[in-house]
T-cell receptor
Framework: QQQVKQSPQSLIVQKGGISIINCAYENTAFDYFPWYQQFPGKGPALLIAIRPDVSEKKEGRFTISFNKSAKQFSLHIMDSQPGDSATYFCAAKRGTSYDKVIFGPGTSLSVIP | NAGVMQNPRHLVRRRGQEARLRCSPMKGHSHVYWYRQLPEEGLKFMVYLQKENIIDESGMPKERFSAEFPKEGPSILRIQQVVRGDSAAYFC??????????????FGAGSRLTVL
């Protein structure tokens, strides 16, 4: 119930291509879904986040698509660049005021020239 | 604004010793979270604290691990009698007082514990 599933575990994309990472959850009490980006040796940093009342959110080359009925959400990185090579974590949190953020297992993205 | 400061960045301990990891949250942030990251694995929640109060410790191992966030000073994650399986990166994150739903965590760079 508290889990967030994420796939694929690793992803290799050609420069200029689209990177797609998928996540799924069970707990319908989750209502905040952030994505974090982590470079080697660094802490994760918030990339983009969505609430379930919208089906899509776009910020630059990064887009979150959200399917509330399927309890799935995904991150699309358009025109992927070598600098996007990092580990990406989807996450979820319940709507209550005091609650932890639950992270998926992560996807290691490599963008090759 | 120096962000979330964690120290030490690297810590080596022998089995049976104690490890103390410190975290100073961002200015204005009163909530602190500790996560553990094992090699090739995701971030596992350990504990969530406010000043002088543990909000949620459901991810903390029942023995040897403890955490505090005193009124003055940094938050401390303490691991007693370390074992090799404790080797991991420990990340601290902080947030401002939560509003319902959204919660932007700001992470530190992590403390990497190696147990020999």
């Amino acid at each position: 119930q508290q889990q967030v599933k994420q796939s694929p575990q690793s992803l290799i994309v050609q420069k200029g291509g689209i990177s797609i990472i998928n996540c799924a959850y069970e707990n319908t009490a989750f209502d905040y879904f952030p994505w974090y980006q982590q470079f080697p040796g660094k802490g994760p940093a918030l990339l983009i986040a969505i609430r379930p009342d919208v089906s899509e959110k776009k910020e630059g080359r990064f887009t979150i698509s959200f399917n509330k009925s399927a309890k799935q959400f995904s991150l699309h990185i358009m025109d992927s660049q070598p600098g996007d090579s990092a580990t990406y974590f989807c996450a979820a949190k319940r709507g209550t005021s005091y609650d932890k953020v639950i992270f998926g297992p992560g996807t290691s993205l490599s963008v090759i020239p | 604004n120096a962000g979330v400061m964690q120290n030490p960045r690297h810590l080596v301990r022998r089995r049976g010793q104690e490890a103390r990891l410190r975290c100073s949250p961002m200015k204005g942030h009163s909530h602190v979270y500790w996560y553990r990251q094992l090699p090739e694995e995701g971030l596992k929640f350990m504990v969530y604290l406010q000043k002088e109060n543990i909000i949620d410790e459901s991810g903390m191992p029942k023995e040897r691990f403890s955490a505090e966030f005193p009124k003055e000073g940094p938050s401390i994650l303490r691991i007693q009698q370390v074992v090799r399986g404790d080797s991991a990166a420990y990340f601290c994150a902080s947030s401002p007082p939560q509003i319902s739903g959204a919660n932007v965590l700001t992470f530190g760079a992590g403390s990497r514990l190696t147990v020999l």
